[in-house]
Nanobody, 125 residues
């Protein structure tokens, strides 16, 4: 069964940085757009960023534009989320997912067919 494994979460002070990684076990990784979502306690899962299969297109939610960067290395079978200038409101469990949708539709969680187990990001003030 295909699995997505996230890593890189942790505790950081406001203004700090973290880099999340997601490694799918699927050999057809390069065929899928990859997205990051987050979910805070008591909240719905929220779209953060997505990158197309080729890596040529990206999309971000407004609250992270200019602070977060999604990228992928298909040779290493890994997608990254570089998070800079972190704020307490970024605190959540972060999930990566894979989808065959385009980036224009991949802001919706139901478009994803695989999810990782999540990694906790906590930003202290």
């Amino acid at each position: 069964q295909v699995q997505l494994v996230e890593s890189g979460g942790g505790l950081v002070q406001a203004g700090g940085s973290l880099r999340l990684s997601c490694t799918p076990s699927e050999r057809t990784f390069e065929n899928y757009a990859m997205g990051w979502f987050r979910q805070a306690p008591g909240e719905e899962r929220e779209f953060v960023a997505v990158i197309s299969a080729s890596g040529g297109r990206t999309r971000y939610t407004d609250s992270v534009k200019g602070r977060f960067t999604i990228s992928r290395d298909n040779a290493k079978n890994t997608v990254y989320l570089q998070m800079n200038s972190l704020k307490p409101e970024d605190t959540a469990v972060y999930y990566c997912g894979s989808t065959l949708s385009t980036v224009y539709r991949a802001h919706v969680a139901s478009e994803y067919t695989r999810w990782g187990q999540g990694t906790q990001v906590t930003v202290s003030s």
